[in-house]
């Protein structure tokens, strides 16, 4: 059989996974369409936490939006896989379609899309990410002033990876999970812990290897203009 062996290795490498793991990479997706108390801004950061797919963090900052039982969500931030670190944005979209802030059960779908630029020169890739996820936020457990608010967020997802002019899409699964703590006043912390898995895939030129990734996270967020619970 008749192999390129410097462009497959050149492409393996770039393209291991852990490079396109969520839609913020080396962050857990949050279900903010389900969460959400109101508009607000947060600090994040994540990390991935199997070595033997090499270990990656990210350090940085969202924005949401909301609009009734609408959202919108802006983020951007640095992924340093120890290399110099990248720069990686996204965005999603979410709506909430049944229950509230003290409702037993809150569900609502979230569609994100996430952009990373890796390399340089010849082993540059391009990483877009598509995540579609349920959002199911429980009942919030009250302690004093604060809440404490468990959640999960199964999804179907598919990346997209370019290296020269070569294209790839990765199908995949996963999910995340966490709680979300509502303080007193207007601030809050958030910890989530996000699994996904991807099947290899192969054309005539490149291998992207799949397999699956775990990543635990933490922020800080602070509300604007949060809405009084309802059902």
Known sequence: MTRRPVFLL???FALMPGFADAQLQSLPIY????LQRGS????DYGRDVDPSAGVAQH???RAT??????????????????????????????????????SVLALG?????????????????????????VGL?????????????????PRVQLNRVVFADVIVNQPGVGG???????????????????????????????TLFGGSRLTVGAGAYLRFGARAPTG
């Open 31 to 34: 279900p903010t369409a389900v």
């Open 109 to 133: 779908l979230q569609l994100g899309a996430g952009y990373l630029s890796s390399g340089g020169g010849t082993s540059r890739a391009q990483h877009l990410t598509l995540p579609l996820s």
């Open 10 to 12: 050149t492409v393996g």
């Open 137 to 153: 936020a429980f009942r919030e457990i009250r302690a004093g002033a604060a809440g404490v608010r468990p959640w999960l967020a």
């Open 40 to 43: 607000s801004v947060a600090v």
């Open 59 to 61: 350090l940085g900052g």
């Open 176 to 206: 995340s999970g966490g709680v979300n703590v509502a303080l007193p006043g207007r601030v809050g912390v958030h910890i989530g812990v996000d699994w996904s898995r991807f099947s290899d895939r192969r054309t005539a030129s490149v």
């Open 65 to 102: 939006l909301e609009a009734g039982r609408a959202s919108l969500e802006l983020g951007a931030g640095l992924r340093d896989a120890g290399t110099d670190p990248d720069l990686q944005a996204a965005a999603s979209v979410g709506v909430r379609l049944l229950g509230g802030a003290a």
